[in-house]
């Protein structure tokens, strides 16, 4: 590849930290009246990202370029990937999409802050409208949402999607309601208050003995747990704390940290190219997944932990044993928020969400109806009764980007980490073992070696049958969940 065309990828990889460290700070300490000037702030790097890469003089270097490597043959099926989507959209819609982000993602904090819809409700149609445009203009055969899919999941489309997630949704209902027969769900640490300052030094140690390095990133806090790789040396994560819920931050902190570990993890010779990246959201939740509950709510994993957490908190501890802390983590209950839910409900949380935001791409609902038809779809899958939008619609950050597709990737995420999982546990014969001396870092080794140095070399399927010996599948998701809770 010539060295103009090398210039640009470095180019378009700077550029794309930037912004990523833009609204990273957006979450975390930007003064609240600067919001507006940070919408402007992003909607102009964004409209430059967006010329470089629609540039026609990139075009002709791409059609000039020969690949001598696989390394730059794959390079070029990224970019263009990415390309060919960008020349679709003018500029005018690029920067309005990231206006209006910036402008949502007020609205949506006021709206959680005041316990009302209303001030998001007119942000979010906008989003809509603007996401429903992009779809346009990016084309597809009759479904808006694939289009919109293709940006987080490349080839995957509604109709594949829809009857995977109806799969898991028809096989979790039984499971849930056996559990469900055994009688309310046990939880030694209900009602108890653990210090927020404690919480935190304990979320540090697991992130080091997972391997992520405090060096190349940090960990802050957010109003929703979220991670931002703004190169392999500079991953930002974020937690959330709360006094009578020492759960959210610590799962939020593994899930977290299994993504760091992935940005963390690409290959250094793909520094500033389009390789040092996931080829697709769903490989990227596989791995925040994966550590959060393969890992994370094992009894190995707190084998090794408890002892520390009883160190943190001798006194709301006392008398209690690893038993009682899994007892607790692995508490299987009807929640009204995904972060925050059991694995073995969390699917049915991605699949209201996926219906509803189907509905709203499709125009078959409008966002005037979307916080009531949010409380049916509960009440369906769920069973429960919303009360208040904050435990309801507005909930998730997510809608607040615009982020319509995003969700899904989740739901291939468990299935895509269960199988990862299962696959190392056959491969590291001593991995459970490890785990509960304390050593996390035979597996980060092993992830690191088949999925996190290849960045974006293979499409995500590819690569996980490339390691596993099949693509997409739940029935591991499924054995693993019987395992544990059956």
Known sequence: MNDALLTRLQELRDLAGVINLATWDQETYLPRKAEAARAAQLSTLQGLYHERLIDPRLGEWMAQATAATPDELATLRVLRRERDRAVKLPSRLVKAIAEAQSVALGAWREARARRTFAPFAPKLAVLVELRREQADALGHDGERYDALLEGYEPGMRVARLTPVLASLTTKLRPLIAAIEAKGPPRDPLAGKRFPVDDQWAFTLEVLQAMGFDLEAGRQDRSIHP?????SATDVRLTTRLFEEQPWSAIFGTIHE??????????SPEHFRSPLAQSPSMGLHESQSRLWENLVGRGRPFWTFFFPKLVARFPTQLAGLSVDDVLASVNKVERSFTRVDADEVTYNLHIALRYELELGLVRGTLSVADIEEAWNQKTRALLGLEVTQPVEGVLQDIHWAWGEFGYFPTYALGNLYGATLYATAARELP??????????LLGLREWLREKVHQHGARLDAEDLVRQVTG???RDDDFIAALQARYG
């Open 257 to 266: 940290g299994g993504h760091g570990l992935y940005e963390q993890g690409f």
């Open 226 to 230: 979220f991670s931002s790789g703004l």
């Open 430 to 439: 001593s991995l459970e073992a490890d785990l509960a001396r304390g050593h």
């Open 470 to 472: 099949h693509g997409l």
